[in-house]
């Protein structure tokens, strides 16, 4: 990472470092030595929050949970989506990135935290999921690069049977749950129609239009 300046260190509760570092208007957000996100490429972010709003947006106080913050990129797209009667609850696992939104990184997304529609809490996104049941109209997931989870083994129950279960309950009947993944996942999109979802499997580019890999969004309804 020549030209890269370490701007934070955090740890993982796995004891994993975590780093932010910045290269000129560049931010990258590391785990253990694996990049997990940069701000050059948040399209796929912002197009999760596309599709799995497209029936709660329409809602005059929907109630959405977003799970993981990262770069605040799809908690900012979810925002501009929802009318201002809306509730975003944005569970994120590390008291570190929600640091790093408020401060050092908080311009990239237009500091999406300072929204008075939003309720942060931090803690495990399948906890807050169980504690809710039948309460959110949408729920965006956005952790660990997806169903394939590899820098925190705690994150692989969130897309486990159970953690899909606790999705589908915390949802109300009409409800949906998407979820972005850096791979596409069949087995994933099997597991979500086995707990009773009907799937729609969309591939879309990090940059959109302009590019980048291809990242899989999964639009789950009930």
Same mark, same amino acid.
């Given at each position: #990472?020549?030209?890269?300046?370490? +701007?934070?260190?955090? $740890?993982?509760? $796995? !004891? *994993?470092? #975590?780093?932010?570092?910045?290269?000129?208007?560049?931010? +990258?957000?590391?785990?253990?030595?694996?990049?997990?996100?940069?701000?050059?490429?948040?399209?796929?972010?912002?197009?999760? *929050?596309?599709?799995?709003?497209?029936?709660?947006?329409?809602?005059?106080?929907?109630? @959405?949970?977003?799970?993981?913050?990262? #770069?605040?990129?799809?908690?900012?797209? =979810?925002?501009?989506?929802?009318?201002?009667?809306?509730?975003?609850?944005?569970? $994120?696992?590390?008291? *570190?990135?929600?640091?790093? /939104?408020?401060?050092? +990184?908080?311009?990239? *997304?237009?500091?999406?935290?300072?929204?008075?529609? %939003?309720?942060? $809490? %931090?803690?495990? @996104?399948?906890?807050?999921?169980?504690?809710?049941?039948?309460?959110?109209?949408?729920?965006?997931?956005?952790?660990?690069?997806?169903?394939?989870?590899?820098? #925190?083994? +705690?994150?692989?129950?969130?897309?486990? /049977?159970?953690? %899909?279960?606790?999705?589908?309950?915390?949802?109300?009947?009409?409800?949906?749950?998407?979820?972005?993944?850096?791979?596409?996942?069949?087995?994933?999109?099997?597991?979500?129609?086995?707990? !009773?979802?009907?799937?729609? =499997?969309?591939?879309?580019?990090?940059?959109?239009?302009? !590019?980048?890999?291809?990242?899989?969004?999964? %639009?789950?309804?009930?």
């Amino acid at each position: #990472m020549d030209n890269w300046e370490l +701007i934070d260190t955090a $740890e993982t509760p $796995e !004891g *994993a470092p #975590m780093t932010l570092s910045r290269c000129g208007h560049e931010w +990258i957000i590391a785990a253990d030595g694996k990049d997990l996100m940069t701000s050059g490429m948040h399209g796929s972010e912002e197009e999760l *929050a596309t599709l799995g709003l497209r029936w709660a947006g329409s809602l005059e106080e929907p109630q @959405v949970l977003v799970g993981g913050l990262g #770069m605040g990129f799809t908690l900012r797209a =979810t925002l501009d989506l929802l009318p201002p009667g809306a509730t975003v609850v944005m569970r $994120e696992l590390l008291d *570190a990135v929600v640091a790093w /939104n408020r401060g050092p +990184i908080g311009h990239l *997304a237009d500091h999406p935290l300072d929204d008075p529609r %939003v309720v942060v $809490e %931090v803690g495990d @996104v399948r906890e807050g999921l169980r504690k809710n049941v039948g309460r959110f109209d949408a729920i965006l997931l956005d952790v660990d690069n997806g169903p394939q989870a590899f820098t #925190m083994r +705690i994150n692989k129950r969130l897309y486990d /049977n159970i953690g %899909v279960d606790h999705a589908r309950q915390a949802l109300t009947p009409e409800g949906v749950l998407a979820v972005w993944s850096a791979w596409n996942d069949r087995e994933f999109e099997d597991r979500l129609r086995r707990c !009773g979802f009907i799937v729609e =499997t969309e591939f879309v580019r990090a940059r959109l239009k302009e !590019g980048g890999p291809t990242h899989t969004i999964y %639009v789950a309804r009930l």
